[in-house]
T-cell receptor, first 108, second 112 residues
């Protein structure tokens, strides 16, 4: 079993919809990262968080340390948001573990 | 200026060869990483390195070795390449382990 589980694996949404991607982990962590990988292959780090909530534009990331769970929300989704979203956790001891990614397609 | 640059972008080589992938960051970060992304797009950390310690993922074969000539560079050397080494390799950096990760654009390695 993977230390980091994401859901859903695949997601198709209409433009303008509110989107939620979930991440659950089973290890003690120092921080959690949300990454975005575009079809061209490049990876961009969206958020790093260890508690609470962070917001950047239309993206919001939350984490609940007690429940070992994080969510990434996209408000007013747009076709350019189509990408794979990857959750990664940094375990105490500086090891990283990655989820298998959520492939998001936003249809105009 | 690209923050994290890695070369080459594509590397095609024969089984058994030795190859290197170079990575440079101009962000002033002191921690650098190598990640491997397999054909199923699953990312896995291979190494993380700062001026204090090298952390090696225990699943990485010892044919892979990171070499850091200075804080801005972390090169990946691979000896005796095998078919299963074919993957995309990403370099990344951060300020210690406290900040977001900045990724290079990836090196697609194909072993024939």
């Amino acid at each position: 079993k993977n230390e980091v589980e994401q859901s859903p694996q695949n997601l198709t949404a209409q433009e303008g919809e509110f989107i939620t991607i979930n991440c659950s982990y089973s290890v003690g962590i120092s921080a959690l990262h949300w990454l975005q990988q575009h079809p061209g292959g490049g990876i961009v780090s969206l958020f790093m968080l260890s508690s609470g909530k962070k917001k950047h534009g239309r993206l919001i990331a939350t984490i609940n340390i007690q429940e070992k769970h994080s969510s990434l929300h996209i408000t007013a989704s747009h076709p350019r948001d189509s990408a794979v979203y990857i959750c990664a956790v940094r375990k105490t001891g500086n090891q990283f573990y990655f989820g298998t990614g959520t492939s998001l397609t936003v249809i105009p | 200026d690209t923050a994290v640059s890695q070369t080459p972008k594509y590397l095609v080589t024969q089984m058994g060869n030795d190859k290197s992938i170079k990575c440079e960051q101009n962000l002033g970060h002191d921690t650098m990483y190598w990640y491997k992304q397999d054909s199923k797009k699953f990312l896995k950390i291979m190494f993380s390195y700062n001026n204090k310690e090298l952390i090696i993922n225990e699943t990485v074969p010892n044919r892979f070795s990171p070499k850091s000539p200075d804080k801005a560079h972390l090169n990946l050397h691979i000896n005796s390449l095998e078919l299963g080494d074919s993957a995309v390799y990403f370099c990344a950096s951060s300020q210690e382990y406290r900040t977001k990760l900045f990724f290079g654009s990836g090196t697609q390695l194909s072993v024939l």
